[in-house]
């Protein structure tokens, strides 16, 4: 059984989930991230190499979770069937995405927000539900980068410019920025993802 130190935010892994690792060599948590972030990049390449159908819909939310995390776990792609230290209960994750979804294409719609804001908003939504056993906020970054890029014609985010997955001051700025936004203060968000 795998037993990782956690950064402040992250969703620990159960050990149902963790009996879904498909590398049975890994035994710390760099370890784990290396082989996740090598999976992120593949999908990041793919993603960005042609144009992206169908985004705001459950399946494609799934498939890029798949994509991201599917060479390391058996679960990728699947719900979470938990409850973590974040995200609503796991039961109503179907029902919240439908509802993220129609609210973003109305938010495209209606040019409600800027840009970066409907895609911060996005961000945000998505973390809160926490769809997945792991990889949610890795998940929801790269999901708005997609938002940005291929719906809304933007540059990528930057996200700190830095690894949010290690322990520091950006992930910790980062956190902080998600915090204001569960407040529905989403000025220091909007900074950080450009910062």
Request: glycine share 6%; charged share 30%; aromatic share 10%.
């Amino acid at each position: 059984m795998i037993d990782f130190e956690y950064p402040e935010g992250a969703t620990p892994i159960d050990p149902d989930e963790a009996e879904g690792l498909l590398l049975p060599h890994i035994r710390t948590r760099a370890e784990l991230d290396r082989w996740e972030q090598e999976n992120i990049h593949e999908a990041e390449d793919t993603v960005f190499r042609r144009k992206q159908k169908d985004i705001l819909t459950e399946k494609y939310v799934c498939s890029l979770h798949k994509k991201m995390f599917g060479h390391v776990w058996r679960w990728a792609g699947e719900f979470r069937r938990s409850q973590k230290n974040i995200g609503i209960e796991w039961v109503q994750i179907p029902m919240a995405l439908r509802q993220l979804f129609d609210d973003v294409s109305t938010w495209l719609e209606f040019d409600t927000y800027p840009p970066d804001e409907i895609a911060a908003r996005f961000h945000h939504r998505l973390v809160s539900i926490h769809a997945f056993p792991n990889g949610n906020g890795r998940h929801a970054r790269l999901i708005a980068d997609i938002v940005l890029v291929h719906l809304l014609g933007q540059e990528r985010f930057s996200w700190g410019q830095e690894n949010l997955t290690n322990a520091g001051d950006c992930r910790r700025n980062y956190i902080n920025a998600l915090r204001s936004a569960d407040q529905h203060t989403y000025d220091p968000l909007l900074a950080f993802v450009r910062s």
